[in-house]
């Protein structure tokens, strides 16, 4: 499912080459709601398929624990992020 990951400023957050987030996480915005991120550990980053140009993809994943204690494991691929999974 899609999300958005922003910094207290109201900034989207994204990972450079080297894996460095643009800022720290302060919350995600999930279907239109606003959860405040309360732990997060990453990025780890993903490279799958180099061989292939076609198919290759490099992305990040994060672990998030939201303000009402979900966790969550969301991938920020280029600019854009999804939620792979999430956890009560």
């Given at each position: 499912m899609?999300?958005?990951v922003?910094a207290?400023?109201?900034e ?13 996480p302060?919350y995600l ?9 309360e732990?997060?550990?990453?990025p780890?980053?993903?490279?799958e398929?180099?061989?292939?140009a076609?198919?290759a993809?490099r992305a990040?994943r ?23 999974a999430?956890y009560?």
């Amino acid at each position: 499912m899609p999300v958005d990951v922003r910094a207290l400023g109201g900034e989207l957050i994204d990972v450079d080459e080297r894996g460095s987030v643009s800022a720290v996480p302060a919350y995600l915005v999930e279907s239109g709601r606003r959860r405040g991120i309360e732990a997060w550990a990453g990025p780890w980053p993903v490279v799958e398929r180099g061989w292939d140009a076609a198919r290759a993809r490099r992305a990040h994943r994060f672990q998030v624990v939201d303000a009402d204690g979900g966790a969550w494991l969301l991938v920020c691929e280029g600019d854009v992020w999804t939620a792979e999974a999430t956890y009560d």
